[in-house]
């Protein structure tokens, strides 16, 4: 398989097959539920069922590609960007993927989601060739944003960190399309606490956090957003978010910046490894 079929894969199966942790949680989230909320997520899993099946996207915005790419240090960066955007104009008119790319000062659609910056590619260095591919939904994208502290929330602590993401949440209501999946992060600067805040989402929902305080932070996080009654898709219920997932890294001495990226329920991600075997899909 050539590496702009395999990336084309990709797309097509991050478009139309959600996770299964996240399906599963959801399926959790139905169990605990009536009424509204219970008919609102049997809904979207029979539409994650009929996404499945007949091969169309999950959602109408198919979102901004994001782009996470290990290579051996001997593979140019130059031919696999050349790939994954060869790959783009072929999802974008083969599944179709919605074209999500607009120039802002014009507002010309470029029609096959490419565009200055778009789609978006970090690369680091690694053992083997291994792709990770985030489908970042724009009306989601709207509910999150990033906190300084001290404010009027809280300290520059973990108690501080929670206010902040609880605050964005209640501004949010059921703007960003919830039941939601936050990622969370704590450092500075700003540009490293955003794009790791997006980093979060490639974690699997079952997956436990390493750090024994930030699991703690997650899980009462959890719980405390599912007691806020806003529910899927702002209806109401118990079931707001089905899981915050946070990390911490180093900050500036005069900086403590909090991002919050929000995920709808809809979160789409794809990993594709090539090894002895050709290529991989999980």
Request: glycine fraction near 10%; aromatic fraction near 6%; include cysteine.
């Amino acid at each position: 398989m050539q590496l702009a079929d395999a990336l084309a894969e990709l797309y097509l199966r991050a478009a139309t097959q959600l996770p299964r942790d996240v399906e599963a949680a959801l399926r959790e989230a139905a169990k605990r539920e009536d009424g509204v909320a219970k008919a609102s997520l049997e809904m979207i899993l029979e539409n994650i069922k009929i996404a499945r099946e007949e091969g169309r996207p999950i959602c109408q915005d198919t979102g901004t590609p994001i782009f996470y790419v290990e290579r051996p240090a001997a593979m140019s960066e130059r031919e696999l960007r050349a790939a994954i955007l060869e790959a783009t104009r072929r999802a974008t008119k083969e599944i179709p993927l919605r074209s999500n790319s607009v120039d802002s000062l014009g507002g010309k659609n470029s029609g096959n989601n490419i565009h200055s910056g778009v789609p978006i590619i970090h690369f680091k260095e690694g053992e083997r060739l291994r792709f990770q591919l985030l489908l970042k939904g724009g009306g989601s994208e709207n509910s999150g944003g990033t906190y300084t502290l001290p404010n009027e929330l809280g300290g520059r602590d973990l108690k501080g960190a929670a206010a902040c993401v609880l605050d964005l949440v209640r501004k949010a209501q059921g703007k960003g399309c919830p039941p939601g999946i936050l990622g969370v992060c704590i450092g500075s600067p700003k540009e490293l606490v955003v794009q790791n805040s997006l980093r979060q989402f490639l974690r699997p929902l079952n997956e436990r956090n390493a750090v024994p305080e930030l699991q703690k932070f997650e899980d009462s996080l959890t719980a405390e957003i599912n007691s806020t009654g806003i529910g899927p898709m702002g209806f109401g219920g118990k079931t707001t978010v089905l899981g915050v997932r946070a990390c911490a890294l180093s900050r500036h001495p005069a900086s403590y910046f909090v991002d919050i990226s929000y995920s709808c329920w809809a979160l789409r991600r794809a990993g594709l490894e090539f090894g002895d075997g050709g290529a991989k899909f999980d």
